[in-house]
Nanobody
C-alpha cells in the first residue's frame, strides 16, 4: 500500500510560480515511478509529468514542457512539481500518483492516487 499526500497548491497570478510536493508513505517509495495529473473543471483528467524511480528519466505533457519540472528526493520520500510561467489554463486540481511501471502512469492508469491539491492561476 502506498499513501500519497499533496501540498503546495494555492492561488497565483499568471506568470508566477508554485511548487507542489507529494509525500509518500507505505511501501518502499524509492522503487516506484511517480507522476502528476491534473483535472480542470468540466474537463477530463490529463497527464502532466512522470519520473522514473531513480529520477533519471522524466516525461512531460506538451502543454507544460519547458515550464514545469518534476523531481524527487528518495531520502525524503517526496516528489515535486515545480511550476513556472503559470497560465490561467493551468488552473486545476493536481494529483500525485504512483505505479510499478512508468508506462502505466503515462497511459493514465496509475494504481495509487493522492487526494489532490487545487492550483488556481488568475489572469
Amino acid at each position: 500500500q502506498v499513501q500519497l499526500v499533496e501540498s503546495g497548491g494555492g492561488l497565483v497570478q499568471a506568470g508566477g510560480s508554485l511548487r507542489l510536493s507529494c509525500a509518500a508513505s507505505g511501501r518502499t517509495f524509492s522503487t516506484y515511478p511517480m507522476g502528476w495529473f491534473r483535472q480542470a473543471p468540466g474537463k477530463e483528467r490529463e497527464f502532466v509529468a512522470a519520473i522514473s524511480w531513480s529520477g533519471g528519466i522524466t516525461y512531460y505533457a506538451d502543454s507544460v514542457k519547458g515550464r514545469f519540472t518534476i523531481s524527487r528526493d528518495n531520502t525524503r520520500s517526496t516528489v515535486y512539481l515545480q511550476m513556472n510561467s503559470l497560465k490561467p489554463e493551468d488552473t486545476a486540481v493536481y494529483y500525485c500518483n504512483a505505479d510499478q511501471a512508468i508506462s502505466t502512469i503515462r497511459a493514465g492508469r496509475p494504481f495509487w492516487w493522492g487526494q489532490g491539491t487545487q492550483v488556481t492561476v488568475s489572469s
